[in-house]
C-alpha cells in the first residue's frame, strides 16, 4: 500500500473567510496561539512521488474562526471525531490475557477523552484556543 500525504496550498486569507483586520492583527501579535475554525477543503491536485508515496493538495475554501462562546463546542466536536476515528487500544498481550468486558471497553474510552480534555491546560482562551 503506498503512502498518501496531504499538503494545503498556501492562499492569501481575507475578511470574507473571517480573518478580519483586527483577528489578524490578534494573530500577529501573539504568535504561538492557537484557534478553533471551521474549514472546507477541496482536493485540487494529485502527484504521484517517487516510489509509492503519493500526495494530495488541499486547497482552503472556506474558513470560520469561532469566537470564545463557540470554541469550547467545536473543541467538543473534534475531541469526538478524534475518539471516534482512533480505536481503543485493548491490553491483550499473551494468550492468558483476558478480553476487557463492555464496562472496561467504556471506562478506557472515558479515561481517553478525560486525557484529551486535560491537554487543553496550554492553550489561550482569549484567542479561541484549539485541541
Known sequence: MSATTAKLAARKLTEECGITDDRARAMF???GSTHMAIVEL?????TEDTGDAQT???QLIH???ADADTADH???LARALYVGRTPIQLDIDSIDDVEPDADEII?????TLTALQTDDADTDDDLVPAP
Open 29 to 31: 501579535d501573539r504568535l
Open 42 to 46: 477541496r482536493a485540487t491536485e494529485r
Open 56 to 58: 494530495v493538495k488541499l
Open 63 to 65: 474558513l470560520e474562526l
Open 107 to 111: 471506562r478506557r474510552g472515558r479515561n
Open 74 to 76: 467545536l473543541r467538543d
